[in-house]
T-cell receptor
């Protein structure tokens, strides 16, 4: 079953606002990944994090790998309508090969 | 990023028939691919790990005789849903990781299966 707690489950914001979502776990991960999924499509990789404390940006997106290695957050600045979608965090343990554990997802709605 | 492609994107079949879904890594070789299943408004659930040249590894609760996986080459894995039933209707997504790129998994577009 799922071992990553992702919050919030959904967000309704106005265009231009900033967004923050996070994932927490009771166990340690050595890699954190953030994906975005549009309806009827596969997830698209947004940001990959490999070191505790790492802060990485991709355009208006910024993600951080928590110091404890048990959490990560994703920020989206100055949201636009095309940011609408479901955002998933995913963690990978050193012992799991390339197998990922996914969070439950955050449904983002951006009102123009 | 690396490109993973699935075919077909949508398939409708009658109950009792078998359906094959292909997953290809277009610009890299993948010794390992992963098959996920996603129900509406839910997260992705790993079904099995496909290993090139050897048997697939199935997650607990996934019937290996129901979901046949073949990984005959370094760029192709297939998932066959045998004797499909309406409860098998779902969104099936494959993923793969380019060698040397630790952690990054790239996903295909997904295949929507509807069993009537």
């Amino acid at each position: 079953g799922q071992q990553l707690n992702q919050s919030p489950q959904s967000m309704f914001i106005q265009e231009g606002e900033d967004v923050s979502m996070n994932c927490t776990s009771s166990s340690i991960f050595n890699t954190w990944l953030w994906y975005k999924q549009d309806p009827g499509e596969g997830p698209v990789l947004l940001i990959a994090l490999y070191k505790a404390g790492e802060l990485t940006s991709n355009g208006r997106l910024t993600a951080q790998f928590g110091i404890t290695r048990k959490d990560s957050f994703l920020n989206i600045s100055a949201s636009i309508p095309s940011d609408v979608g479901i955002y998933f965090c995913a963690g990978q343990r050193e012992t799991s090969g390339s197998r990922l554990t996914f969070g439950e997802g955050t449904q983002l709605t951006v009102n123009p | 990023g690396a490109v993973v492609s699935q075919h077909p994107s949508r398939v409708i079949c009658k109950s009792g028939t078998s359906v094959k879904i292909e997953c290809r890594s277009l610009d890299f070789q993948a010794t390992t691919m992963f098959w996920y299943r996603q129900f509406p408004k839910q997260s992705l659930m790993l079904m099995a790990t496909s290993n090139e040249g050897s048997k697939a590894t199935y997650e607990q609760g996934v019937e290996k005789d129901k979901f046949l996986i073949n990984h005959a080459s370094l760029t192709l894995s297939t998932l066959t849903v045998t004797s499909a039933h309406p409860e098998d209707s779902s969104f099936y997504i494959c993923s793969a990781r380019p060698g040397g790129r630790i952690g990054e998994l790239f996903f295909g577009e997904g295949s929507r299966l509807t069993v009537l």
